[in-house]
């Protein structure tokens, strides 16, 4: 079986953990990262949520946190700070500064970012193939006013910096509209026996990678069932501030809500929590199948069980 997942962050790193141990020998995961959170530091490209893939896959995430490496320390940020050279907001450890160093002077040796991402992978071994929604420059900007005004900042000033403690006004996918899916994108998608997507986040992860052309047109034609798992659980995300980004686009942190906004004519199927099964009855009066079952990915057992529960609504829509 040919499984594509659409994945970004945190959720999307520790959901294909899960989908690993739940698959058969032989089945083949495709992963599509998003690369809006992707921004320049310190002269160097950093890729937040092909890293996060990668090194949760590979074996060396910082479990806690889930982000960042493991084991980590931070002698250059220290240092950094000691020369004044900022930003100090965006953790960077030692070892995370060598992946972005590699990347960096590859794409400056003109490999695009989907042949570096393979290149990074060929270390540490996800088991998974995993692609980069774009070879272009990405970049997720928030509209929003504070006491310096009317303003757009990165998303990761947003998130990070500011903690989402500010209204976002509007979610904006800079160069977005003018990219290419990259190498491998369309393809995998249009071969798939399943399309998921992961309890990522609706708006600023996977509705990012849906917004370059030809990509939701793409998981929307495709022949395979496309199966998505809420990131709301209770009326609350699961982790981090999915409610701000989704409040953005007039979309309420509820469970029915998300799979309405990615809308029937894309998905097939959606699974909410058992605390949202009374969600159930207004998803499925839109067209998309839905179950609730647990999703609360307290462990790779856990989550390998909602894998399995996603599979099996894709097959139960097949059929």
Known sequence: MRIVALAGGI?????????????????????????????????????????????????????????????????????????????????????????????TQMIAAGYPLSAVTEALCHRWQPGVRLIPMSDDRIETHVRITDEQGSRAVHFQEYWVRLHAEVAAEAIVPVGADTAEPAPGVLEAIAEADVILLPPSNPVVSIGTILAVPGIRRAVADAAAPVVGLSPIVGGAPVRGMADKVLAAVGVEAAADAVALHYGAGLLDGWLVDTADEAAVAAVEAAGIRCRAVPLMMTDVPATAAMARAALQLAAEVRA
């Open 11 to 103: 959720g999307g790193a520790r959901f294909l953990r899960g989908l690993k141990e739940a698959v058969a020998p032989g089945d083949v995961i495709t992963v599509i990262g998003n690369t809006g959170d992707d921004i320049h530091l310190f002269g160097l490209k950093v890729c937040p949520d092909l890293d996060t893939v990668m090194y949760t896959l590979g074996g060396g995430i910082h479990e806690e946190q889930g982000w960042g490496r493991a084991d980590e320390t931070w002698s250059v940020k220290e240092e950094m700070k000691a020369y004044g050279v900022g930003p100090d907001w965006f953790g960077l450890g030692d070892r995370d500064f060598a992946t972005h160093i590699v990347r």
